[in-house]
């Protein structure tokens, strides 16, 4: 079974910064992308950012020069640097693992944006 890890969420002041990380039980090179999603409550899940596995990236309108994400193969971790974090930005977020069979969500992590 595939397990998909998330961590580094909590509660961070408006304009503040936070690294998520994604910790797979695979190696990357055997994914085809990886992903964060979001969902705010009262809302559907949203796209945030993804990397595939040509290494190229792409993220949602909302946070894009604002968040990056990026992965240490060695770790097989992926990461999603967020900074100027916005109220709006408050959500669980959820790292998705994709290969050719399947897709693998993990459980998910609290950001909360606040003063």
């Known amino acids: 079974q595939v397990q998909v890890v998330e961590s580094g969420g909590g509660l961070v002041q408006p304009g503040g910064s936070l690294r998520l990380s994604c910790e797979v039980s695979?190696?990357?090179?055997?994914?085809?992308?990886m992903a964060w999603y979001r969902q705010a409550p009262g809302n559907q899940r949203e796209f945030v950012a993804i990397?595939?596995?040509?290494?190229?990236?792409a993220y949602a309108d909302s946070v894009k020069g604002r968040f990056i994400i990026s992965r240490d193969n060695a770790k097989n971790t992926a990461y999603l640097q967020m900074k100027s974090l916005k109220p709006e930005d408050t959500a669980v977020y959820y790292c998705k693992a994709t290969t050719w069979e399947s897709e693998y969500w993990g459980q998910g992590t609290q950001v909360t944006v606040s003063s």
């Open positions: 695979l190696s990357l090179g055997s994914l085809m992308t």
């Open positions: 990397f595939r596995r040509s290494g190229g990236t």
